[in-house]
């Protein structure tokens, strides 16, 4: 375990054990900067479905000396296509990562991951305090104080919001009636996970594109279960309907038998994965702008707290790990100046992720092509690229999952 260094001049507060909150703790840590997480939830084992992790993020962990544990509990697909709706006509094959860059991409339980991130804080002697809601704060030139519901007071020098996308750290910031506060509901993502073996079938990881909707599933704990997530449009809510959709809820037995309804000939592994599921969790999707700044003073954002983006990218793990990494950099290198180090965490991150953000939304536009002729036009360009050029389209990620966190500061 790392002992704090002794007149470190720095000692750091994280609101949320979350994916972003866990990794920013133990690389703290690891540089001798005590911190302590405040979390909401009495446990926080994480729940929740699958999750893709890309190279980018595996390199992260990989430098925290987390390899094993990962490898443990996760599956590399050889590789994952993208396939049209209806024709099952293959547009895009991903192939393994491993291959292209020396790096695993892996889908694995997000349970599991947060599993490995909680015992590595716990291995490090990160403190955390599990059933701690934070609902304000005060900072002055020496610190931040940061209350508790039950009337706790937490004094440090930095004060990092990790508390995810509906972040109450971000509001206390910048203010509800600004534009981060002002998402748009774009969409719903209905999530789960079923035994696999009630589907019949070999299942193909990747994506199935068609009008206005995809789906995407992947095999997850060696195959035992498998993950879905059945993405769709939706538009012209009245802003009292999309105040309502602001939790993740349980779909209803009516939604779910809905949902089957509207992806009926898609293809027999989404017909197949539908008919198994009995249950499933509606998250809705909102499209965020970029923020112009992630920090006042001595308080700071990371994660989905500052830039959350749609899920069509799968990075959104992968940015909060990455955060988590640089941040805990940053403030080492300017421990003298934490507030230069919130700053230069912002100028180091920002243009990576809003750059997620907007190719995330973009890919939703490019998934979801409904007018027949463009789709028609776009899915004939793609089936023929995949076949004369097959590394095309992996190509066009290479700017992403080759980026190295580690050397970034
Ligand atoms: C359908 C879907 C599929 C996705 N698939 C992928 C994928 O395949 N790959 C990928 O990389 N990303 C994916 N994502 C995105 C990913 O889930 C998020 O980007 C990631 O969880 C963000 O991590 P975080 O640590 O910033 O926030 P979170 O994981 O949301 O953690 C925030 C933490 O803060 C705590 N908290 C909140 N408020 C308070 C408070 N006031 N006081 C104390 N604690 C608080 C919460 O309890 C939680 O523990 C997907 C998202 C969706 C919706």
Redesign the pocket.
């Given at each position: 375990m790392n002992r704090p260094a002794k007149n470190c001049p720095l000692r750091v507060l994280i609101?949320?054990?979350?994916?972003?909150?866990l990794t920013a703790a133990i690389n703290l840590v690891v540089r001798n900067i005590p911190v302590r997480v405040?979390?909401?939830?009495a446990s926080?084992e994480g729940i929740g479905a699958?999750?893709?992790?890309?190279p980018n993020?595996t390199r992260v962990l990989h430098a925290m000396g987390l390899a094993e544990r990962l490898a443990a509990v996760s599956m590399e697909p050889s590789e994952n296509l993208l396939t049209a709706a209806y024709s099952g006509r293959v547009l895009a094959r991903l192939p393994q990562a491993r291959t292209r860059i020396g790096l695993p991409h892996y889908q694995l339980h997000?349970a599991d991951l947060q599993h490995i991130l909680l015992e590595s804080a716990h291995e490090h002697g990160v403190q955390i305090l599990p059933g701690?809601?934070?609902?304000g704060h005060t900072q002055d030139s020496a610190g931040v104080t940061l209350q508790t519901q039950d009337g706790g007071e937490y004094r440090a020098e930095v004060l990092i919001g990790?508390?995810?996308?509906r972040?109450?750290v971000r509001t206390w910031l910048f203010g509800a009636g600004e534009p981060a506060d002002q998402p748009v509901l774009v969409g719903l993502?209905y999530?789960g996970l079923v035994d696999a073996e009630k589907v019949e079938g070999k299942i193909i990881p990747g994506a199935v594109i068609g009008p206005r909707r995809h789906f995407v599933s992947y095999p997850l704990r060696g195959g035992s279960l498998i993950n879905f997530?059945a993405q769709e449009e939706i538009g012209g809510l009245s802003a009292e309907e999309n105040k309502k959709e602001k939790n993740e809820l349980q779909a209803s037995a009516a939604e779910l038998a809905a949902l089957r309804a509207r992806f009926a000939g898609w293809s027999p592994q989404v017909e197949a994965i539908l008919r198994a599921a009995d249950t499933c969790l509606r998250?809705p999707?909102y499209r965020h702008r970029p923020l112009p700044a992630w920090s006042v003073g001595r308080v700071g954002l990371?994660?989905?707290?500052c830039h959350?983006?749609l899920?069509n990218l799968?990075?959104?793990?992968?940015?909060?790990i990455e955060d988590g990494y640089i941040i805990a950099a940053s403030l080492e290198k300017y421990a003298a100046n934490p507030t230069h180090g919130l700053r230069e965490f912002y100028r180091l991150r920002s243009n990576r992720c809003a750059r997620i953000q907007t190719g995330a939304a973009w890919m939703a536009t490019l998934f979801h092509l409904h007018p027949p002729l463009q789709r028609y036009l776009v899915h004939g360009m793609l089936a023929v690229a995949s076949r004369i050029a097959p590394g095309l389209v992996a190509h066009g990620f290479t700017w992403t999952h080759h980026y190295d966190a580690t050397k970034i500061v």
């Open positions: 609101v949320g054990a979350g994916i972003g909150g405040i979390e909401r939830s926080s699958g999750l893709q992790l890309q993020a997000r701690q809601r934070a609902v990790a508390d995810g996308a972040s109450a993502a999530r997530v998250w999707l990371l994660g989905d707290a959350p983006s899920p799968a990075s959104g793990a992968g940015m909060a």
